[in-house]
C-alpha cells in the first residue's frame, strides 16, 4: 500500500462535510507556495480549480460554484494543503487533485498535479 499525495475523500450525503488533505514531497510543495489548490473533475467533464492560494499578492481563489461551502487552507510546517468541504452537493462528485498552479484571466490552471487525486462522492 503506498502512500497517496491526496487523501480524505469518500462518501457522504448532500449536507454533509469533508476535509481533504495534500501531501507533496518537501521539494513540490516549497518550490509551489507561490501557487497552489485544488482542482476537480467530473464524470464526462472538464477538470476545473476549485479553490487556489497564491503568494505573491493575489487573493484565495474560489470557483463560484464552492464559494461559502469550501475553504483551502495550508500548514508550511508540515507541507500540507487542505480543502475543507461543507454543505456538500451531488454536483460536487468528482476526483479531486492538487496541483501547483498559475493564474490565467483571473482563473486558476494547473501547472503539475501531484497525486493521483480522491474520489468524492455525494449522494442526494
Known amino acids: 500500500v503506498q502512500a497517496q499525495v491526496e487523501s480524505g475523500g469518500g462518501s457522504v450525503e448532500a449536507g454533509g462535510s469533508l476535509k481533504l488533505s495534500c501531501a507533496p514531497s518537501?521539494?513540490?510543495?516549497?518550490?509551489?507556495?507561490?501557487?497552489m489548490g485544488w482542482f476537480r473533475q467530473a464524470p464526462e467533464k472538464e477538470r476545473e480549480g476549485i479553490a487556489t492560494?497564491?503568494?505573491?499578492?493575489?487573493?484565495?481563489y474560489y470557483a463560484d460554484s464552492v464559494k461559502g461551502r469550501f475553504t483551502i487552507s495550508q500548514d508550511n510546517a508540515k507541507n500540507t494543503l487542505y480543502l475543507q468541504m461543507n454543505n456538500l452537493k451531488p454536483e460536487d462528485t468528482a476526483m479531486y487533485y492538487c496541483?501547483?498552479?498559475?493564474?490565467?484571466?483571473?482563473?486558476?490552471?494547473?501547472?503539475?498535479?501531484w497525486g493521483q487525486g480522491t474520489q468524492v462522492t455525494v449522494s442526494s
Open positions: 492560494v497564491f503568494s505573491r499578492g493575489h487573493p484565495t
Open positions: 496541483a501547483s498552479c498559475s493564474f490565467y484571466e483571473g482563473r486558476p490552471v494547473a501547472n503539475t498535479y
Open positions: 518537501e521539494a513540490q510543495y516549497t518550490t509551489s507556495r507561490w501557487c
